[in-house]
């Protein structure tokens, strides 16, 4: 076997983490096509089928596993090694791992719980797919299921309420539109509600949920967002009740030997903190428009 090419490696953590070629080449900016030759030729250099090819996607094959683990492991080591070349380590670091939105409203309330002057640094990791807590890849997580296994410790957070919504010009009375994201792209459980529903027309299809904001924003159609973000913007409008199979609790997971970090135990009480503050909004009970 030859020796293995480190951007070839990265990009096969792409493809096994989104598990389809559509979905790397949005994260990489590399086109299919080209992902698809060179995870081929990375199977020819290691002479190991790492995939089970579908129409649906890219699933690991039992040496595609086993290479994910190497692969991670040696991303782990690659960033430990650029943080201690740097200098970073004069403080320790608190990855936080969440979704889209929800790292979109900690970052638009990040002086309530972080300033440039804290004895630690942040790393957000923004994802809809899961990161493994359990294995280190984030040091707190929030997510919308309590976990059930693995050496986990949790804390309930908030209820989050979802409900459609469009732009204030647009009359879903006399427009059938609706808009999704994508199933190639689809990881949540509200936008495979609206593709699960027989009677809504949908005449439009992004790959991420900032795209699906921007579209609804931009007169698009119908679509569903949690009441925290769509409520939020004065250029919106609800188009509907709360959606009551979508509500959820918010979970703040964290690895369980590591709870009573005090820097990561002052993490997570913030967190907390800004959440339950900001419970209303959540739940959907701050409606400023509609």
């Known amino acids: 076997m030859t020796n293995l090419d480190w951007d070839e490696l990265r990009l096969f953590h ?3 983490e989104t598990g389809s070629l559509a979905a790397a080449s949005q994260d990489t900016g590399i086109s299919s096509p080209t992902i698809g030759r060179r995870m081929a030729s990375l199977e020819k250099a290691t002479g190991r089928k790492l995939f089970i090819r579908h129409q649906t996607g890219y699933e690991l094959a039992v040496d595609g596993h086993a290479l994910f683990e190497k692969v991670r492991q040696m991303q782990r080591q690659a960033g430990d090694i650029e943080q201690w070349a740097s200098g970073a380590y004069q403080l320790p670091k608190v990855t936080i791992s969440a979704g ?5 409203f900690l970052g638009r309330h990040l002086s309530e719980f972080w300033t440039p002057d804290e004895p630690f640094r942040l790393c957000f990791k923004t994802s809809e797919a899961r990161l ?3 294995h280190r890849e984030a040091d707190i997580g929030i997510r919308n299921h309590r976990p059930a296994s693995g050496n986990l ?3 309930q957070a908030v209820n989050v309420a979802f409900a459609p919504y469009c732009h204030r010009d647009f009359d879903p ?3 059938a539109n609706w808009i999704s994201i994508g199933r190639e792209s689809d990881r949540t459980p509200s936008s495979s509600w609206v593709q699960s529903q027989p009677d809504l027309w949908i005449t439009m299809w992004v790959s991420t949920p900032l795209a699906l904001l921007d579209v609804i924003k931009g007169g698009g159609g119908q679509g569903v967002l949690p009441c925290f973000v769509g409520d939020e913007e004065p250029d919106l409008k609800r188009t509907g009740p709360i959606i009551e199979e979508l509500t959820h609790v918010s979970w703040i997971v964290m690895h369980d030997d590591e709870r009573h970090d005090p820097i990561k135990r002052t ?3 913030r967190l907390a903190n800004l959440l339950r503050a900001n419970q209303d909004r959540f739940a959907g009970n701050k409606v400023r428009n509609g």
């Open 14 to 16: 792409v493809v096994a």
């Open 100 to 104: 889209t939105w929800t790292t979109r």
């Open 173 to 175: 009375d006399t427009k």
């Open 153 to 155: 410790a949790s804390r």
């Open 267 to 269: 993490v997570i009480d």
């Open 132 to 134: 493994d807590i359990s």
